[in-house]
């Protein structure tokens, strides 16, 4: 078992997320096509689909969608502030995944530049 300095237990890491015990200045996407590091500051909304398997990101200059299954944990740690970087789990087959004691597990990673023309209208 892992232990922090103070001796309580390290639960195990999100598949999918690397999490920091301080606030991040960005958050970095990483997926199959492309990397990005995105200020927080510029993060405008989090939002958790009910059934935990979509998490949307609107940032200033660009959308992101997370896909896949019980993405509460990581939706708490990039509230927080603390998540420092989101990228694909290590599955074999992202659309049946196996789950690992009821850990996040993301399956994919949509992200779009948002055209100032798009913002206007919001």
């Given at each position: 078992m892992i232990e922090t300095?103070?001796?309580?237990?390290?639960?195990?890491?999100?598949?999918?997320v690397e999490r920091s015990d301080f606030q991040g200045l960005f958050l970095r996407f990483e997926s199959k096509r492309e990397r990005i590091a995105l200020p927080y500051a510029l993060l405008l909304k989090?939002?958790?689909?009910?059934d935990q398997r979509t998490l949307e990101l609107?940032?200033?200059?660009?959308?992101?969608?997370?896909?896949?299954?019980?993405?509460?944990?990581?939706y708490e740690m990039i509230a927080d502030g603390h998540a420092r970087c989101i990228h694909l789990s290590d599955q074999e087959s992202p659309?049946?995944?196996?789950?690992?004691?009821?850990r996040p597990i993301v399956g994919e990673i949509r992200i779009a530049r948002v055209e100032s023309?798009?913002?206007?209208?919001q």
């Open positions: 300095h103070d001796g309580t237990p390290l639960r195990p890491r999100p598949h999918g989090l939002e958790l689909s009910l609107a940032f200033a200059t660009h959308t992101v969608t997370v896909g896949g299954w019980d993405l509460h944990e990581i659309g049946n995944p196996a789950r690992r004691n009821d023309d798009d913002r206007k209208g």
